[in-house]
C-alpha cells in the first residue's frame, strides 16, 4: 500500500509502508475455519471412539437342537409356578378366583385368545383374578404332538406368548381388581371350587339367536358370577365355551360389545410376552429402516433411546403388514363359500374401506371364485391387491416396506416376494424391502410363538392387508382398533 508521507528535498516521496499484516478479517476467516476443522476432527474421532465402545449385542443361538425335540419353556413355567403376588395371595382370604377351565383349545392361537381374551373381560367385570393355562394344542397329556408331520409343543406356558396382566402382571393404577394366577395356584388355593355349568346359564338364545348382542350374553354372565360369594369359582372343565366359536363372526351379535371389550385394560393394556418382545427387537431391519443386530450402531440407537418406540400401540412406520393365510384355509376357504360365512366381526366394522358383500344370484362356481379371491388369492391377485392399496394410501401414508406374515411354504413364498417386488418395480414404487415370516432370525424357543411376533407386528403397522375370515387377522384388528389406529389403514384381501 502506498500513501504520501513526509517530505524530502522539497518532494513529496511516495512512502511504502512495510508490508502490513493481511486484513484481520481473512485471517480470521482462516483461523476460523481451521479450529471448525479441529473441532470437528475431534468429534469425529470421539464419535468413532462411542460407536466402537458400543458391543454389538452378542449373537444369538439361533441353532435348532440335533433331536429337533420342541422347547418346553420351563422357565417360563417355572416363573408362572412363583409369580410375585402369590404369597401375599395365599393369606387373603378376600381375593376372588375365576378360572374357565373349559377354556379354548386344540386349535389355532387366534380362537384360542379370542377366548381368553373373553374370560379375562369376565373375570376383570367381576373384581376376579383371571386364572390362566397354557396354550394347549393337545389336552391329552402328551409332550409333544405332530402337527402336518413337524413335531410341535403340546402346550406353551401362556407366558411365553403374552405379557401383561393376562399372565400376573400388576393392573392399572387405581385398577383393585386382583392380579392374574396360573391354574395350578388356583387349585392349591381353591381345593373346592364353586362349579358353575355353561349349559346351566347359555340358554338357546344366549347361544343361536341372532338377535342377541353379546353384550347381552355378557352381562348376563356378569350377574350370575358376581351372585357368587365363594372366593373360587371354577367353569365346568367338560362344557362348552361360554362365547362358542362361531359367535366371533357375527358382526350384529359382537360389534354392540365394542365399547366394553375396547375400554378393558385387558384391551388397552394387552402385551405380548418377553420373548416375543426380544424376536421382534433382533429383527427390526426387517421393517423399518434400521441396523442389522449385529451392528455396533444398534446398541448405540438402543442406549441413546434412538431406536423408536416399540410399545404394543406404537405404528411402525412405512410398513405395509399383507396376512397371507395358507395351510388349511386352502380347504376351508372352500367350506366357507359353502358355508356362506361372513367375515369376522372385528373385520367387519362399518367404518372400513373393505366390506365383504355375499354374491347374490350367482352360480356356486361364481360364489366360489369370489371366496378364494378373498380367502385364498393367488400370487397374482396379491400382487394386484397389494399395489392397488398402496396406491389408494398414498396420500396419507408413504409404505416403502413390505412384510409378508404367512405359514406358506417357503418356496411359494419366495415367489410371491419376487413377484411383489417386481411389480412395484414395474410401476416405479420399488419396495425398500420385502420380506416375510420366513425372514425372520429366530431362536429355537421363539420359533413355536412366531405367531404372536407376527400379531405384534401387524397390531402396529402403518397398514394391514388381512384375511376377513381369519382369527389372527381379526384379533390384530382388534387391538389395533383399541388403539385408535384410523379405520382406512384396516384393509382385506
Ligand atoms: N407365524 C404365523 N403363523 C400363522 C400365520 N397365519 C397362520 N398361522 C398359524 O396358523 C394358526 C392359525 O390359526 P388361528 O390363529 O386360529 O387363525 P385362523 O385359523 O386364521 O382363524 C396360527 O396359530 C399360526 O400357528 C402367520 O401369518 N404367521
Ligand atoms: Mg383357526
Known amino acids: 500500500m502506498t500513501a504520501f508521507h513526509g517530505k524530502s ?30 473441532a470437528l476432527a ?3 474421532v470421539l464419535a468413532a471412539f462411542f460407536v466402537l465402545s458400543h458391543e454389538p449385542p452378542p449373537p444369538p443361538d439361533l441353532s435348532i437342537p440335533e433331536d429337533r425335540l420342541p422347547p418346553l419353556y420351563h422357565d417360563f413355567r417355572q416363573r408362572e409356578l412363583n409369580l410375585p403376588h402369590y404369597d401375599a395371595y395365599e393369606n387373603n382370604s378376600s381375593i376372588k378366583y375365576f378360572w374357565a377351565a373349559q377354556h379354548a383349545h386344540s386349535s389355532g392361537w387366534g380362537n384360542v385368545m379370542q377366548d381368553y381374551v373373553m374370560m379375562a373381560l369376565l373375570a376383570h367385570a367381576t373384581g376376579r383374578s383371571f386364572v390362566f393355562d397354557d396354550y394347549v394344542w393337545n389336552a391329552n397329556g402328551s409332550i409333544y404332538s405332530d402337527f402336518d408331520g413337524k413335531l410341535t409343543p403340546s402346550r406353551i406356558p401362556l407366558s411365553a406368548l403374552l405379557g401383561g396382566l393376562m399372565v400376573g402382571g400388576p393392573m392399572l393404577p ?13 387349585e392349591r388355593v381353591c381345593p373346592n371350587p364353586t362349579v358353575v355349568h355353561v349349559s346351566d346359564v347359555n340358554t338357546y338364545d344366549m347361544r343361536f339367536n341372532e338377535l342377541v348382542p353379546v353384550s347381552d350374553v355378557f352381562n348376563t354372565w356378569v350377574d350370575v358370577i358376581s351372585a357368587i360369594d365363594d372366593p373360587c369359582v371354577m367353569l365346568d372343565p367338560t362344557e362348552n365355551q361360554v362365547f362358542d366359536n362361531w359367535v366371533f363372526g357375527k358382526k350384529r351379535r359382537m360389534l354392540p360389545f365394542w365399547p366394553t371389550i375396547s375400554r378393558s385394560p385387558v384391551l388397552t393394556s394387552w402385551d405380548w410376552s418377553a420373548l416375543v418382545h426380544a424376536a421382534y427387537k433382533r429383527n427390526r431391519h426387517l421393517f423399518k429402516r434400521f441396523p442389522h443386530p449385529s451392528s455396533r450402531f444398534v446398541t448405540l440407537l438402543d442406549n441413546l433411546g434412538l431406536s423408536g418406540s416399540d410399545t404394543p400401540s406404537s405404528v411402525i412406520e412405512g410398513l405395509m403388514a ?21 367375515w369376522h366381526a372385528w373385520n367387519s366394522f362399518p367404518e372400513f374401506v373393505d366390506k365383504f358383500e355375499k354374491p347374490r344370484d350367482a352360480t356356486p362356481d361364481e360364489v366360489l371364485n369370489m371366496y378364494i379371491e378373498h380367502c385364498y388369492p393367488d400370487i397374482q391377485q396379491i400382487v394386484d391387491r397389494v399395489r392397488r392399496v398402496r396406491q389408494e394410501s398414498r396420500s396419507k401414508h408413504n409404505l416403502n416396506y413390505l412384510y409378508i406374515m404367512t405359514n406358506a411354504p417357503v418356496s411359494w ?11 412395484a418395480e414395474k410401476h416405479r414404487q420399488k419396495w425398500k424391502s420385502v420380506r416375510s415370516s420366513k425372514d425372520l432370525e429366530l431362536t429355537w424357543a421363539e420359533t413355536f410363538v412366531s405367531q404372536g411376533i407376527d400379531m405384534f407386528v401387524a397390531q402396529r403397522a402403518e397398514v394391514i392387508i388381512g384375511n376377513g375370515w381369519s382369527s389372527l387377522t381379526s384379533n390384530a384388528v382388534m387391538l389395533r382398533m383399541t388403539n385408535g389406529f384410523p379405520t382406512d389403514s384396516m384393509r382385506f384381501w
Open 9 to 38: 528535498d522539497g518532494h513529496v516521496l511516495p512512502v511504502t509502508h512495510p508490508k502490513r499484516p493481511r486484513s484481520p478479517s481473512s485471517y480470521g476467516l482462516t483461523r476460523r475455519l481451521l479450529r471448525s476443522l479441529v
Open 42 to 44: 475431534t468429534l469425529l
Open 174 to 186: 387405581g385398577d383393585n381388581t386382583p392380579r392374574s394366577v396360573n391354574k395350578y395356584f388356583f
Open 322 to 342: 399383507i396376512h397371507v393365510r395358507r395351510g388349511d384355509f386352502e380347504g376351508h376357504c372352500r367350506n366357507l363359500a359353502k358355508w356362506d360365512a361372513d
Open 413 to 423: 413364498v419366495e415367489e410371491l416376494k419376487s413377484a411383489l417386488a417386481e411389480d
